[in-house]
């Protein structure tokens, strides 16, 4: 498995939106990042995230999917699947069919991500609809 870093943030905005960005830095200084503008349901999101990572730190097989909605309809999937200690996760564009992100490594590393990704949306005021 190759050695790299992933990180996640999302910025909030009115309206339980937000802007959700998936990074991949690599060893080798390479670094693949993908953005979601307005994403709905942000906060249903961070949710879904802490679930899953307490879900694979009980050592359960995880196959899953998550729907990514923006404001103008668009449409991603964020596909997850965790075994043996071991997480891969990958953004498809259902208008295209393609991946736009992908990431692989180990269920500490994912779980860092998801965990800081939870610590610094402290830092963003949030908005009563």
Known sequence: MKNNKLTLSIHFIRGNRGSLVFKDEGEDGSCEAFRINRLVDALGFVAC????IL????????????????GTGKLWVLFCHAEDGEVTIAVEDCQSSEMVFSWAGWEREFRDAVEGMIINMGRYAFFVV
């Open 55 to 70: 879900s694979i730190a009980l050592e359960a097989e995880q196959d899953c999917m998550y729907e990514l909605w923006n």
């Open 49 to 52: 995230m802490k679930q899953l």
